[in-house]
């Protein structure tokens, strides 16, 4: 079993700051490319930030030179820094990553977490 953690949303005033964490955990052989997505409501959910094993990154073009992704192969976490917060950054952020299975190796799947609340006041 496979298991995807975030922490770090919560309610910011636009213009500041949030930093979201996420944390992977379980029949981990390998871990893949991690991301952010987020969904609004009324609207569908959308790629935020996507990170690579090796440390390509790509970006949603709403957030480039605002947000940050990294991550730490070693601990299994993927992290988003997000500054200069806009009303329209407000929704449910989920963590993501493709991952080879310790039990399965012949195959990459694909984890969601539970979804961490961003609301960001005008």
């Known amino acids: 079993h496979v298991q995807l953690v975030e922490s770090g949303g919560g309610l910011v005033q636009a213009g500041g700051s949030l930093r979201l964490s996420c944390a992977a955990s379980?029949?981990?052989?390998?871990?893949?490319?991690m991301g952010w997505y987020r969904q609004a409501p009324g609207k569908q959910r959308e790629l935020v930030a996507a990170i690579t094993r090796g440390g390509s990154t790509n970006y949603a073009d709403s957030v480039k030179c605002r947000f940050t992704i990294s991550r730490d192969n070693a601990k299994n976490t993927v992290n988003l820094q997000m500054n200069s917060l806009r009303p329209e950054d407000t929704g449910v952020y989920y963590c993501n990553m493709g991952y080879v299975d310790l039990r399965n190796r012949g195959s990459t799947k694909d984890a969601w977490g539970q979804g961490t609340q961003v609301t960001v006041s005008s």
């Open positions: 379980g029949s981990l052989f390998r871990i893949n490319a």
